[in-house]
């Protein structure tokens, strides 16, 4: 299933790569590097995946890695890192809970 819309026009509106990737391509790494080394850490030997059921308690790791920005973590990691990796997981979480149709695409409720 894709999460893109289907009309041409949502499509455009939607500047993933010109409003999102451009404007942070450190710090998405940054997040990536924090997913990579969270596997690795939570699912030893597997392949990379979000075991959302491991740790559901965003807003509070937010606050917490929030109190330390600027710092690195004990795992070498930047904990504005692992706030922003936490902010997007509380944010698809809401997105896809909104959701009355789980096929929609829209990000929103009319």
């Not at 299933?1 to 939607?14: G, T, Y």
Request: with cysteine; aromatic share 4%.
């Amino acid at each position: 299933m894709s999460h893109v819309p289907s009309d041409a026009a949502e499509r455009k509106n939607l500047p993933i790569c010109r409003g999102v990737i451009d404007y942070f391509p450190l710090a998405l790494l940054a997040v990536a590097e924090v997913s990579r080394v969270g596997n690795d850490q939570h699912n030893p030997g597997e392949p990379l995946h979000w075991a959302r059921s491991k740790s559901t308690d965003h807003a509070d790791c937010i606050l917490r890695h929030l109190i330390d920005r600027g710092k690195l973590d004990s795992d070498s990691l930047r904990h504005s890192a692992k706030l922003a990796w936490r902010a997007l997981a509380l944010l698809q979480e809401e997105l896809e809970n909104d959701r009355s149709d789980p096929g929609s695409t829209k990000l929103t409720e009319a």
